[in-house]
C-alpha cells in the first residue's frame, strides 16, 4: 500500500471493521403503561415486564441525520503495527493531541472483547463545515516522544478513527529507506491530515484521510521537536444512498493479502469431509451392520466357539458397551462435546442469516458469548441424561465435571493472556466492566442452564440399549502394540482433520 494514501479504499488491504447502528432504548416516556400488568402472577409478571420493556426500546443516540454546522461523534479507536492486526494498543498509548477531559464511548460487551477503545479527540469536523489547514494543536515533542514516535513509525503502524461510525485508517508516519546503510534511514511523523466527506442532504454518506507528504516532521534524531499538528476537511455532494454507504466494506477483509481467506482451501476441506463421511457411512452400512445384527443375538454359549474364529473388535464384542469405569467424565466429555457442536452450527446458521454484518461492531463476540451461555442447557441434558442411562448415582457430581471441563481450561487460558496483554499494554486486556459482565452471565445464565438441563435430563433419562449383548464376565484384553496406545492414537486421531484445514 503506498504511503501517499492512507485512507484505505475498497480494495485496500487496511479494511474498515464494523459499524455500530445498535441503539439505546429510552423508556422515561412509557412508564405510565407498566401498571396495567400489575396484580398478574409473579412469572408471568416478570416475563411479560421483560418482553415489554425489549419492545419498547427506542433510539436515543444520533440517527446520522445533521443540519450545517452540528457536531458529528469523532472517535479514535486504536494503533498498531500493519503486518499484526491483532496487536492494537490504545489511542493516546502515543502522544498524539488530547483535550482536557478525555472522553471514553461506551461500548458493548462485543467490541470490548474485540479490543475497541473509542476515546473523543479534538478533531472537530462539523456538518457541511469546510476547513483549510485547522490547527490541532501544537506540540513539542520530548525525546522519548520521538523515539516512541520513531519506533512506531518502523514498524508501519497505523491507526484507526471513526466518523459518524464509518472507520477510517491512516499510517503514522512513513520511513525513507536507505538500504546501503539502514542507520542512515530517514524517519518522518504526519503532520497534516485531508479528510474528504461524501455526503447526501443530511447524512455523512463516506469519509476519506489522506496525508499530506509535504507535512512531515523528522523523528530520525532523538532530540526536542516542535510540531504543529494541522487538519482540513472538503465536503463533497455525493449520490449514494445512506442505506448503501456501508456496502463497500462488506466485501473487504481487516487482514493484510497474505492473511486474506483462501476460498478455493475452504472448499476442498469441505469436499474431503463429505467424502470421508460418505466412505464411513458405507462402511456402516455394508459392514458393521450385520455384525451387530449378528452379535445382539448370540448366546452365552455361542460365543466361546464363536470367538476363536474372530479377530479384532469382534473378538470382544460383548464388551464394546460395558460401562465404563469413569462414567462422570465419559458423560461429561459427551455433554462437552454437544455442547460445542450445537454452539458452531448456531454461529454457522446465524452466519448465514446475514446477522453477522461488518458495521455492527461486536455483533460477532456477542452472539458468540450469549450462544455459549444459552446452549449450557444441551450439554447439562446431554451429560446427566447419558450418565442416569450409564447407572450413575452422582449425577450432580457429573453436572459439575460437565460445567467445568471446557470452562476450566478455557478461564485458565483467558486469565493467562489477560495478564500477558495487561502487562504488555494491549487492547486486547479486557477492563474490569466486560470481565464483570462475562461474571454475571455465568453466574446467572449459564450456570442455571447447565442446571436446568441436568434435572431434565436426570428426569427423561432412559434406560441404556446397547446394539450387542453384553456378556457377564469382562474378557481380558490383550497387551496393546505401542502404536494403538493412547498418546499415538490421539495423536493419529488429530492429523486428519488437520490435514483438511
Same mark, same amino acid.
Not at 447502528?21 to 407498566?34: E, M
Not at 396484580?39 to 409478571?45: S, T
Not at 504543529?228 to 465536503?235: E, G, H, I, L, N
Not at 459392514?287 to 452365552?300: C, G, N
Given at each position: 500500500?503506498?504511503?501517499?494514501?492512507?485512507?484505505?479504499?475498497?480494495?485496500? !488491504?487496511?479494511?474498515?471493521?464494523?459499524?455500530?447502528?445498535?441503539?439505546?432504548?429510552?423508556?422515561?416516556?412509557? =412508564?405510565? =403503561?407498566?401498571?396495567?400488568?400489575?396484580?398478574?402472577? *409473579?412469572?408471568?409478571?416478570?416475563?411479560?415486564?421483560?418482553?415489554?420493556?425489549?419492545?419498547?426500546?427506542?433510539?436515543?443516540?444520533?440517527d446520522?441525520?445533521?443540519?450545517?454546522?452540528?457536531?458529528?461523534?469523532? #472517535? @479514535?479507536?486504536?494503533?498498531?503495527?500493519?503486518?499484526?492486526?491483532?496487536?492494537?494498543?490504545?489511542?493516546?498509548?502515543? !502522544?498524539? &493531541?488530547?483535550?482536557?477531559?478525555v472522553?471514553?464511548?461506551?461500548?458493548?460487551?462485543?467490541?470490548?472483547?474485540?479490543?475497541?477503545?473509542?476515546?473523543?479527540?479534538?478533531?472537530?469536523?462539523?456538518? %457541511?463545515?469546510?476547513?483549510?489547514s485547522?490547527?490541532?494543536?501544537?506540540?513539542?515533542?520530548?525525546?522519548?516522544?520521538v523515539?516512541?514516535?520513531?519506533?512506531?513509525?518502523? *514498524?508501519d503502524?497505523?491507526?484507526?478513527? #471513526?466518523?459518524?461510525?464509518? !472507520?477510517?485508517? +491512516?499510517?503514522?508516519?512513513?520511513?525513507?529507506?536507505?538500504?546501503?546503510?539502514?542507520r542512515?534511514?530517514?524517519?518522518?511523523?504526519?503532520?497534516?491530515?485531508?479528510?474528504?466527506?461524501? #455526503?447526501?442532504?443530511?447524512?455523512?454518506?463516506?469519509?476519506? %484521510? =489522506?496525508?499530506?507528504?509535504?507535512s512531515?516532521?523528522?523523528m530520525?534524531e532523538?532530540?526536542?521537536?516542535?510540531?504543529?499538528?494541522? #487538519?482540513?476537511?472538503?465536503?463533497?455532494?455525493?449520490?449514494?444512498l445512506?442505506?448503501?454507504?456501508?456496502?463497500?466494506?462488506?466485501?473487504?477483509? $481487516?487482514?493484510?493479502?497474505?492473511?486474506?481467506?483462501h476460498?478455493?482451501? $475452504?472448499?476442498n476441506?469441505?469436499?474431503?469431509?463429505?467424502?470421508?463421511?460418505?466412505?464411513?457411512?458405507?462402511?456402516?452400512? %455394508?459392514?458393521?451392520?450385520?455384525?451387530?445384527?449378528k452379535?445382539?443375538?448370540?448366546?452365552?454359549?455361542?460365543?466361546?466357539?464363536?470367538?476363536?474364529?474372530?479377530?479384532?473388535?469382534?473378538n470382544?464384542?460383548?464388551?464394546? /458397551?460395558? /460401562?465404563?469405569?469413569?462414567?462422570?467424565?465419559?458423560?461429561?466429555a459427551?455433554?462437552?462435546?454437544?455442547?460445542?457442536?450445537?454452539?458452531?452450527?448456531?454461529i454457522l446458521?446465524?452466519?448465514?442469516?446475514?446477522?453477522?454484518?461488518?458495521?455492527?461492531?461486536?455483533?460477532?463476540?456477542?452472539?458468540?458469548?450469549? @450462544?455459549?451461555?444459552?446452549?449450557?442447557?444441551?450439554?447439562?441434558?446431554?451429560?446427566?441424561?447419558?450418565? &442416569?442411562?450409564l447407572?450413575?448415582?452422582?449425577?450432580?457430581?457429573?453436572?459439575?465435571?460437565?460445567?467445568?471441563?471446557?470452562?476450566?481450561?478455557l478461564?485458565?487460558?483467558?486469565?493467562?493472556?489477560?495478564?500477558?496483554a495487561?502487562?504488555?499494554?494491549?487492547?486486547?486486556?479486557?477492563?474490569?466492566?466486560?470481565?464483570?459482565?462475562?461474571?454475571?452471565?455465568?453466574?446467572?445464565?449459564?450456570?442455571?442452564?447447565?442446571?436446568?438441563?441436568?434435572i431434565?435430563?436426570?428426569?427423561?433419562?432412559?434406560?441404556?440399549? @446397547?446394539?450387542?449383548?453384553?456378556?457377564?464376565?469382562?474378557?481380558?484384553? !490383550?497387551?496393546?502394540?505401542?502404536?494403538?496406545?493412547?498418546?499415538?492414537?490421539? +495423536?493419529l486421531?488429530?492429523? %486428519?482433520?488437520?490435514?483438511?484445514?
Amino acid at each position: 500500500m503506498s504511503k501517499s494514501t492512507s485512507s484505505p479504499t475498497p480494495t485496500s !488491504p487496511l479494511v474498515p471493521s464494523s459499524e455500530d447502528l445498535l441503539h439505546h432504548g429510552n423508556l422515561l416516556a412509557n =412508564r405510565k =403503561r407498566l401498571p396495567v400488568m400489575v396484580g398478574l402472577p *409473579k412469572p408471568l409478571f416478570i416475563t411479560l415486564l421483560l418482553v415489554y420493556l425489549g419492545s419498547q426500546v427506542e433510539s436515543n443516540a444520533s440517527d446520522h441525520r445533521y443540519s450545517e454546522g452540528d457536531t458529528v461523534p469523532f #472517535y @479514535a479507536n486504536k494503533v498498531g503495527p500493519f503486518s499484526n492486526p491483532r496487536e492494537t494498543y490504545a489511542y493516546f498509548h502515543l !502522544p498524539f &493531541c488530547s483535550l482536557d477531559n478525555v472522553k471514553e464511548k461506551k461500548l458493548n460487551l462485543g467490541e470490548m472483547l474485540n479490543g475497541d477503545r473509542l476515546v473523543s479527540t479534538p478533531y472537530k469536523l462539523e456538518f %457541511l463545515v469546510n476547513k483549510d489547514s485547522e490547527v490541532l494543536c501544537k506540540k513539542t515533542l520530548s525525546k522519548t516522544d520521538v523515539s516512541q514516535f520513531r519506533s512506531v513509525i518502523a *514498524k508501519d503502524y497505523y491507526m484507526q478513527l #471513526y466518523y459518524d461510525d464509518l !472507520p477510517i485508517w +491512516a499510517f503514522i508516519g512513513k520511513v525513507e529507506r536507505d538500504y546501503s546503510d539502514e542507520r542512515k534511514s530517514k524517519y518522518f511523523l504526519f503532520k497534516h491530515f485531508d479528510f474528504e466527506v461524501l #455526503y447526501n442532504k443530511d447524512r455523512v454518506i463516506e469519509v476519506n %484521510l =489522506r496525508v499530506d507528504q509535504n507535512s512531515l516532521a523528522d523523528m530520525t534524531e532523538d532530540k526536542e521537536v516542535d510540531v504543529d499538528f494541522t #487538519y482540513s476537511v472538503k465536503w463533497l455532494v455525493t449520490q449514494y444512498l445512506f442505506e448503501e454507504r456501508m456496502d463497500k466494506y462488506i466485501g473487504s477483509s $481487516i487482514l493484510p493479502h497474505h492473511m486474506s481467506i483462501h476460498r478455493h482451501s $475452504i472448499t476442498n476441506s469441505s469436499v474431503t469431509l463429505l467424502v470421508l463421511s460418505i466412505c464411513l457411512v458405507t462402511f456402516y452400512v %455394508l459392514v458393521l451392520r450385520k455384525d451387530i445384527s449378528k452379535y445382539s443375538h448370540d448366546v452365552e454359549g455361542d460365543q466361546v466357539a464363536d470367538n476363536l474364529e474372530e479377530t479384532g473388535w469382534k473378538n470382544i464384542h460383548g464388551d464394546v /458397551f460395558r /460401562f465404563p469405569r469413569h462414567k462422570s467424565l465419559f458423560a461429561a466429555a459427551l455433554g462437552s462435546g454437544t455442547h460445542l457442536l450445537l454452539l458452531i452450527i448456531s454461529i454457522l446458521v446465524m452466519g448465514l442469516l446475514g446477522v453477522f454484518q461488518p458495521y455492527l461492531r461486536g455483533v460477532f463476540l456477542n452472539a458468540l458469548v450469549i @450462544a455459549y451461555a444459552v446452549t449450557s442447557v444441551v450439554s447439562g441434558y446431554t451429560s446427566v441424561s447419558f450418565y &442416569c442411562q450409564l447407572e450413575g448415582t452422582s449425577w450432580m457430581k457429573s453436572l459439575l465435571l460437565t460445567g467445568g471441563l471446557y470452562f476450566g481450561p478455557l478461564f485458565l487460558t483467558f486469565c493467562f493472556l489477560n495478564s500477558v496483554a495487561i502487562f504488555y499494554g494491549t487492547t486486547a486486556a479486557l477492563p474490569i466492566g466486560a470481565i464483570a459482565i462475562l461474571s454475571l452471565l455465568w453466574i446467572f445464565l449459564a450456570s442455571p442452564l447447565l442446571l436446568l438441563g441436568g434435572i431434565v435430563g436426570k428426569n427423561r433419562a432412559s434406560d441404556f440399549e @446397547a446394539p450387542c449383548r453384553t456378556t457377564k464376565c469382562p474378557r481380558e484384553v !490383550p497387551q496393546l502394540r505401542w502404536y494403538r496406545g493412547v498418546l499415538p492414537q490421539m +495423536a493419529l486421531a488429530g492429523i %486428519l482433520p488437520f490435514s483438511c484445514l
